[in-house]
């Protein structure tokens, strides 16, 4: 494979005559964002190697040493957007379906899926890492969800992996896009295994010298082994915890049954702790759509099974392209930069319930849903 193509692949030769499929995204300049070319490529090559009896073990990782992937190409999607304001909206559509069948396609493996979060790892890249059997970290992983800040909401699995963190902490980070660390990643089982940055080189070499087997809960094992052992003495290196640190204040802001009751409690906080108060500034200049949105999966999002978390979202993800909300908040961040979104309400008391079930409501008849067949 071409070293310009936007995923490499390569099959690293292991003993007992395996092999180590590894897939980097090969963006650097976009710190890895995630292309409609890029989740084709993905998808197409884990399908064939989840059925190659020679590959014992998936590695994903990120090119260069900023980021696993900061996203998804979000003003290609605002383009799509531009041209069909209304919808339906092809472009969209393919995207979304494609990237959450990929990450479907992550979350039921076959075979161990090691996936490398070190650097920047948001949005589209979360849903690479969350659904990977073994998670791993580094000092310098930077993980969010920051879908308030652009009127989306927390894709790509968000209703699956944020209601399995204790606490509410799910709804907290949800609702403020707040940055993570690798300290709180396993604390949320967002990740499995933290290793020095310095010893990603290190776990591939390790990985290619496993004995494998073709007994593949042996070799999740092996896997195991192999990061419990890089993962030792690190102690020292993985940086202060966040959420654990304010899990009793996370708490109380995020008891309260109703959204506006939680979200003023939030917003009315006043601390000099910074990761307190770039949560509180984002809630506050963020969008009450989405803050709505966020709730719901929440509240509602408890008892789906995978399959259908990934259904509903992509209804809702389609219907944030068909309204203003979306490509206002992409416009105000990246495009015009004027940090100044013009939303269609002032606060969440203002979204109307109507509004909020328009966004849940599917625009595909019930056998017509590009996500039936997950």
């Given at each position: 494979?071409?070293?310009?193509?936007?995923?490499?692949?390569?099959?690293?030769?292991?003993l007992?005559?395996?092999?180590?499929?590894?897939?980097?995204?090969?963006?650097?300049?976009?710190?890895?964002?995630?292309?409609?070319?890029?989740?084709?490529?993905?998808?197409?090559?884990?399908?064939?190697?989840?059925?190659?009896?020679?590959?014992?073990?998936?590695?994903?990782?990120g090119?260069?040493?900023?980021a696993?992937?900061?996203?998804?190409?979000?003003?290609?999607?605002?383009?799509s957007?531009?041209q069909?304001?209304?919808?339906?909206?092809?472009?969209?559509?393919?995207?979304?379906?494609?990237?959450?069948?990929?990450?479907?396609?992550?979350?039921?493996?076959?075979?161990?899926?090691?996936?490398?979060?070190?650097?920047?790892v948001?949005?589209?890249?979360?849903?690479?890492?969350?659904?990977?059997?073994?998670?791993?970290?580094?000092?310098?992983?930077?993980?969010?969800?920051?879908e308030?800040s652009?009127?989306?909401?927390?894709?790509?699995?968000?209703?699956?992996?944020?209601n399995?963190?204790?606490?509410?902490?799910?709804?907290?980070l949800?609702?403020?896009?707040?940055?993570?660390?690798?300290?709180d990643a396993?604390?949320?089982?967002?990740?499995?295994?933290?290793?020095?940055?310095?010893?990603?080189?290190?776990?591939?070499?390790?990985?290619?010298?496993?004995?494998?087997?073709?007994?593949?809960?042996?070799?999740?094992?092996?896997?195991?082994?192999t990061?419990?052992?890089?993962?030792?003495?690190?102690?020292?290196?993985?940086?202060?915890?966040?959420?654990?640190?304010?899990?009793?204040?996370?708490?109380?802001?995020?008891?309260?049954?109703?959204?506006?009751?939680?979200?003023?409690?939030?917003?009315?906080m006043?601390?000099?702790?910074?990761?307190l108060?770039?949560?509180?500034?984002?809630l506050?200049?963020g969008?009450?759509?989405?803050?709505?949105?966020?709730?719901?999966?929440?509240?509602?999002?408890?008892?789906?099974?995978?399959?259908?978390v990934?259904?509903?979202?992509?209804?809702i993800?389609?219907?944030?392209t068909?309204?203003k909300?979306f490509?206002?908040?992409?416009?105000?961040?990246?495009?015009?930069k004027d940090?100044?979104?013009?939303?269609q309400?002032?606060?969440?008391?203002?979204?109307?319930?109507?509004?909020?079930?328009?966004?849940?409501?599917s625009p595909?008849?019930?056998?017509?849903?590009?996500?039936?067949n997950?």
């Open positions: 494979m071409s070293p310009s193509s936007p995923v490499i692949f390569e099959e690293q030769e292991a007992n005559g395996y092999a180590i499929g590894v897939a980097t995204l090969n963006a650097e300049k976009s710190l890895n964002a995630l292309s409609l070319e890029m989740i084709d490529l993905l998808s197409s090559q884990l399908i064939e190697w989840s059925s190659n009896a020679r590959i014992s073990c998936v590695v994903l990782r090119a260069g040493d900023k696993l992937c900061a996203g998804g190409d979000i003003v290609k999607l605002y383009e957007m531009l069909n304001p209304m919808g339906p909206n092809p472009y969209a559509e393919n995207f979304f379906s494609k990237e959450y069948q990929l990450d479907y396609l992550i979350h039921t493996y076959p075979k161990p899926f090691i996936c490398i979060g070190h650097g920047i948001m949005g589209g890249g979360l849903g690479l890492l969350a659904g990977a059997s073994h998670r791993v970290v580094t000092e310098s992983s930077r993980i969010a969800m920051p308030i652009i009127g989306l909401f927390p894709d790509v699995g968000g209703t699956w992996f944020l399995k963190m204790p606490d509410n902490c799910g709804l907290y949800g609702l403020t896009g707040a940055s993570i660390n690798a300290t396993l604390y949320l089982n967002l990740a499995t295994h933290f290793i020095a940055a310095d010893n990603r080189a290190s776990l591939l070499r390790q990985l290619r010298s496993v004995s494998w087997t073709e007994n593949t809960d042996e070799c999740h094992h092996l896997v195991d082994q990061l419990n052992k890089l993962s030792e003495n690190t102690e020292q290196l993985k940086p202060p915890a966040q959420v654990q640190a304010h899990q009793a204040i996370i708490r109380e802001v995020t008891s309260h049954e109703s959204l506006s009751d939680t979200v003023a409690a939030i917003t009315s006043t601390t000099d702790d910074k990761w108060s770039r949560g509180v500034t984002a506050k200049k969008c009450p759509t989405t803050a709505k949105i966020v709730h719901h999966q929440i509240k509602n999002g408890k008892s789906l099974s995978l399959k259908e990934f259904q509903q979202e992509l209804i993800a389609i219907q944030c068909q309204h909300e490509p206002e908040g992409v416009r105000a961040l990246l495009i015009d940090n100044t979104p013009k939303w309400f002032n606060n969440v008391d203002e979204v109307p319930d109507e509004w909020l079930n328009e966004h849940l409501t595909w008849p019930k056998a017509q849903h590009p996500l039936n997950l």
